[in-house]
């Protein structure tokens, strides 16, 4: 029988664990999207009352797992500095994305919109702030966007495997926020919140217990709907941002609710479609105690390729994808902008989960809207106030006109309705409904595709999960460039379901490209005290080295809890565990500046 035992030192631990190894398939994780039975308690509700205050700067992350970098805001706006887009395939700078954000708005109880829009944080204008609604005390600290690498995740799997012992502790991995992390406020400074309405990190829970236990195996992971088995993320980043706060952007009301927001980046040798691309989901929860009728979840985008004064957008309405390519195949340089010359890229956005309405059931995508920037068209101007806003989300321009076939899609004496804009395929259908068979005048895209209507229940938690992905240009016509979107992009990420669709993915692999550095070899045991037996049922002996030099000895279990202490202390010291718990327990000898771990373990014969 292998023997079960802990060593760590404050520096480090070292976990000798007897646990299976880890599978080569993850378990299937359950539909994230449903309607939750749990009430908050009163002490959440009262504190949900209270309306937070932008921080005084948002925390930005910069992602870079593989061919794109990104920036994030904590409060969920992406991709927008402030200034500039930062959605870049290669160094040059040359953004294919300016900015990006979530929609949602609805109808109240008392008839009112309520509604959260996500823009450019301009002049401090926002509907969303950092953090878990609710948790004022720690709002501050809720600013921050926590970050792994695939290489971290790898490293600590293999440490794990390799033979049951870590021989390090990675800040990325112990600091997640994962449901009930032990390891949180000592690498965070702040506790995790213990209410189970909050949608915390995800992760690769070893034994299924529902706690992130990185000691025992556990690791961070995104949600997905995985058959089988997963590919690790090159990089992984989560963060959560709520519109309980004065909705400046929109002036609606705020709809109270919390967005748990997970954006990955993969790394294959066999698919650079995932190479060129992130993955983003939103995990949203209701945390209002009423229904929100006539609701809509939308995603904004603004596209910017390179000089963006030349751009077009259409769709792809089969496979819920909307895209921005260059209208004449030469992208050129217009200040402050560089273009990408004769070789412009393509970038498009997948929709590949939607919201589920009050019976469970999985929308459709409903709409995609154009809203063009300084437009002399009135109905696809930009929104500026509430109402407008949720008209686009309905799949009507801002003056309440529903959009048209044809043309611009603007036609107030038209009644040839439609919710989606510009589905025909450039080039290859002459007669299709395009921009480039319309005529229409290039320039800046900004695009809105959202689902609904449908009732948002109180306590429903819902997702929203997209891959925004650049083809790169090439030398060859224009519209080569948009073969392979048609072809093979939605296909291309099957193996985020490995299995679960049919047909099977024209590219249904991602084989990790991480390379890891060899594990560390073990630090050498301390020698100050020695226990035994271990396991042991009935008296425990511990040896101590120099018991003079020693201020105290104390054990604790594996929660943490303090269960034994003595300050005087001599060369042997025995305890008898007979009526402890079965379990580990850890001792610690504290001598000078140096804290001296050993783990053992109780057992029953």
Known sequence: MKIRTLTFRITGFDILRNSPHLGSSLQEMQPITHCMKKHLTLALLSLASILAAQPDSLTQE????????????????LFWDGGNGHFIAGEDGRSLVRAAGLWIAGVGKAGNLKGAIQMYNEDGRSDFVPGLLGDTVNAENWNHIWKVTGE???????????DGVLDDTIASI?????????????????????????????FYDVNLNGVYEPHF???????????????????????????????????????QIEVSTEVTAYRCTDNQFANNSLLLFYKITNLAQEDIDSCYFGVFFDFQIGCPNDDYMATYPEKNIF????????????????????????????????????FLEELP???????????????QAPPEQPAEYYNYLTGRGKDGIPLTNGGTGYNPGSTDYTNIIFPGRPGMDTTGWTELNAGTLPGRRRVLASYGPFTLQPNAVNAIQLIITQIPGTNGPLLENLDALYDSLFEAFGFLYNGCIDPTPLYPKCTEDIEIPPLPPPPPLPEEFIISPNPVSKILTIQIKDPGNVERLSIYDAT????FEKKMLTDVLEIDVAGWPKGTYFVRL??????FVKGFVVMRR
Not at 231 to 252: G, K, R, Y
Not at 328 to 342: A, I, K, R, T, V
Not at 365 to 379: C, F, N, R, Y
């Open 174 to 202: 112990f600091g997640w926020p994962g449901r009930g992390n032990p390891f949180f406020e000592q690498y965070n400074g702040f506790p995790l919140p213990d209410i189970n309405s909050h949608q915390l990190a995800p």
């Open 560 to 563: 943490g809890r303090l269960v």
């Open 365 to 379: 995508l409903s709409v995609i809207m154009p809203i063009h920037e300084g437009s002399t068209i009135p109905g």
């Open 217 to 255: 195996g556990d690791f961070p992971m995104n949600d997905t709907r995985s058959c089988g088995s997963a590919p690790v993320p090159a990089e992984l980043s989560w963060f959560s941002f709520h519109d309980n706060t004065p909705h400046s952007e929109s002036n609606m009301a705020p709809l």
């Open 62 to 77: 910069y992602i870079h797992g593989n061919n794109i970098g990104a920036l994030l805001n904590s409060n969920g706006s």
């Open 323 to 358: 895209y921005a390519y260059n209208s004449d195949g030469y992208d050129e340089d217009c200040s402050p902008y560089n273009g990408f010359h004769d070789q412009p890229p393509v970038v498009a956005v997948t929709l590949l989960r939607g919201p589920r309405n009050e």
């Open 590 to 595: 504290g001598k000078g500046d140096e804290q």
């Open 152 to 162: 971290d995740i790898l490293l600590h799997i293999r440490d794990w495997e390799t």
